[in-house]
């Protein structure tokens, strides 16, 4: 198992899915359109909520093509990575609307396994990965998000 690689996959898996929330904190509210329109569906909770937004769902796929050549990928493997890795978040608010669960409301797994799973499930090739590696990078990713999570909620960081 090459340790280097799974270091090199969380890093690009936190570059992803953190960059929404350095941005929102960075912006604010500037910019900030949420994905969905602010559509409610029939049963009265919102398509995904309002903290899935058009930029951070751009400046993660963006950034991500941007640090994809530090982690031996192309830019357009890197913007698919960032894409996925949203597509992912964006599966997972999805269902917690669908549960009738808040937005920012965290539910552990849910919250990270769509996330993580969608780009290195799709882009094996690319990323020269063993199954094994895969995991390893997924359940170290998994720790890493909820310690950081539990942090930011205990210093109040949306």
Same mark, same amino acid.
């Given at each position: 198992?090459r !340790?280097?690689?799974?270091?090199?996959?969380i890093?690009l898996?936190?570059v992803a899915?953190a960059t929404?929330?350095i941005?929102?904190?960075?912006?604010?509210?500037h910019?900030n $359109?949420? &994905?969905?329109g602010?559509?409610?569906?029939?049963?009265?909770?919102?398509?995904?909520g309002p903290?899935? !937004?058009i930029?951070?769902?751009i400046a %993660?796929?963006? &950034? !991500?093509?941007?640090?994809?050549?530090?982690?031996?990928?192309t830019?357009?493997q890197?913007?698919?990575?960032?894409?996925? %890795?949203?597509?992912?978040?964006i599966?997972s608010?999805f !269902?917690?609307?669908?549960l009738?669960?808040?937005?920012? $409301?965290?539910?552990p797994?849910?919250d990270?396994?769509?996330?993580?799973?969608?780009? &290195?499930?799709?882009l094996?090739?690319?990323?020269?990965m063993?199954?094994?590696?895969?995991f390893a990078?997924?359940?170290?990713?998994i720790?890493?998000d909820l &310690?950081?999570?539990?942090?930011l909620?205990?210093l109040?960081?949306p």
């Open positions: 198992m !340790t280097w690689l799974i270091t090199e996959l890093l898996l936190i899915n929404p929330v941005v929102s904190l960075l912006l604010g509210q910019g $359109r949420p &994905l969905d602010n559509r409610l569906l029939a049963d009265g909770h919102p398509l995904l903290s899935k !937004t930029r951070g769902v %993660a796929v963006l &950034l !991500t093509a941007v640090a994809a050549p530090l982690f031996d990928l830019w357009l890197g913007a698919s990575f960032g894409l996925l %890795a949203m597509l992912g978040d599966g608010s !269902t917690k609307r669908r009738g669960l808040a937005s920012g $409301r965290s539910v797994l849910l990270q396994l769509p996330e993580t799973l969608l780009p &290195l499930s799709v094996p090739p690319a990323l020269k063993t199954p094994l590696e895969m990078a997924v359940a170290v990713f720790v890493v &310690l950081l999570s539990r942090l909620r205990t109040r960081v």
